[in-house]
T-cell receptor, first 111, second 115 residues
Framework: AQTVTQSQPEMSVQEAETVTLSCTYD???????LFWYKQPPSRQMILVIR??????QNATENRFSVNFQKAAKSFSLKISDSQLGDAAMYFC????????FGAGTRLTVKP | ETGVTQSPTHLIKTRGQQVTLRCSSQ?????VSWYQQALGQGPQFIFQ???????GRGNFPPRFSGLQFPNYSSELNVNALELDDSALYLC??????????????FGSGTRLTVV
C-alpha cells in the first residue's frame, strides 16, 4: 500500500524568506504522480504543483518548486519569497489510481 | 467551467442516524473520490467511483457507501453514525487514468458533526 509521510507538523517562515516542506512516500510502482496541495481556512484544497515520476526535471510554478528524488522517494516543496497568503496547511499527495495524502504541514508566515 | 460543489456545507446528526452527502463533479470529469478529513489531519481516502462503479476503496467499513450517477454526480451515505464520524468530508473529481496527472479538483467539503 502506498503511504505518504510528512514529518513536519508545523513550519514557520519570515515573510520574503524561503521555506522547504518535506515529504516522503512509499510505493513499489515506477509510474505515478506526486502533488502538493494547499488548504487555507476556507477548506478548499488548491493544487500548488505536480510532478510526473517519469520526469527527472523538477517541477516549478512561479515561487513554488520541488526537489524530487525518485530513488529516495522524497518530494519536498520549496516556497521562495514567502507571502502572508501562503499561510495554510500543505499536503503532499501520491496518485497512481486514487490519491493518498500525508498528514499535512501547517505553514505560518510571519510579517 | 464549473468547479466541484458539495451540499450541505454543514450538518449535525445524532449518533445512530444515517446521512447522505452530495457532490456535483466538475464538468467533463468522470471520476469522483470521497475523503474524510478529521480535524488537524490529512484527508483519508474513502472510495472512488468511475462510470458508476466503485473502483477503489480505502480502509472504511461497509456502512460507508456511495453512488455515482450517469451525470457523474455522486452521493456518500453513512449509516449508523458514530461520534468518530465527525469530520470534514471532501469530494474530488478528476478524469480517469488517462488524465491522472492532472490531479483532482476539490469541493469545499461538508462539515459533519455527530452528537
Amino acid at each position: 500500500a502506498q503511504t505518504v509521510t510528512q514529518s513536519q507538523p508545523e513550519m514557520s517562515v519570515q515573510e520574503a524568506e524561503t521555506v522547504t516542506l518535506s515529504c516522503t512516500y512509499d510505493t513499489s510502482e515506477s509510474d505515478y504522480y506526486l502533488f502538493w496541495y494547499k488548504q487555507p481556512p476556507s477548506r478548499q484544497m488548491i493544487l500548488v504543483i505536480r510532478q510526473e515520476a517519469y520526469k527527472q526535471q523538477n517541477a516549478t510554478e512561479n515561487r513554488f518548486s520541488v526537489n524530487f528524488q525518485k530513488a529516495a522517494k522524497s518530494f519536498s516543496l520549496k516556497i521562495s519569497d514567502s507571502q502572508l497568503g501562503d499561510a495554510a496547511m500543505y499536503f503532499c499527495a501520491y496518485r497512481r489510481n486514487d490519491m493518498r495524502f500525508g498528514a499535512g504541514t501547517r505553514l505560518t508566515v510571519k510579517p | 467551467e464549473t468547479g466541484v460543489t458539495q451540499s450541505p456545507t454543514h450538518l449535525i446528526k445524532t449518533r445512530g442516524q444515517q446521512v447522505t452527502l452530495r457532490c456535483s463533479s466538475q464538468s467533463g470529469h468522470n471520476t469522483v473520490s470521497w475523503y474524510q478529513q478529521a480535524l488537524g489531519q490529512g484527508p483519508q481516502f474513502i472510495f472512488q467511483y468511475y462510470r458508476e462503479e466503485e473502483n477503489g476503496r480505502g480502509n472504511f467499513p461497509p456502512r460507508f457507501s456511495g453512488l455515482q450517477f450517469p451525470n457523474y454526480s455522486s452521493e456518500l451515505n453513512v449509516n449508523a453514525l458514530e461520534l468518530d464520524d465527525s469530520a470534514l468530508y471532501l469530494c474530488a473529481s478528476s478524469l480517469a487514468w488517462q488524465g491522472v496527472g492532472y490531479g483532482y479538483t476539490f469541493g469545499s467539503g461538508t462539515r459533519l458533526t455527530v452528537v
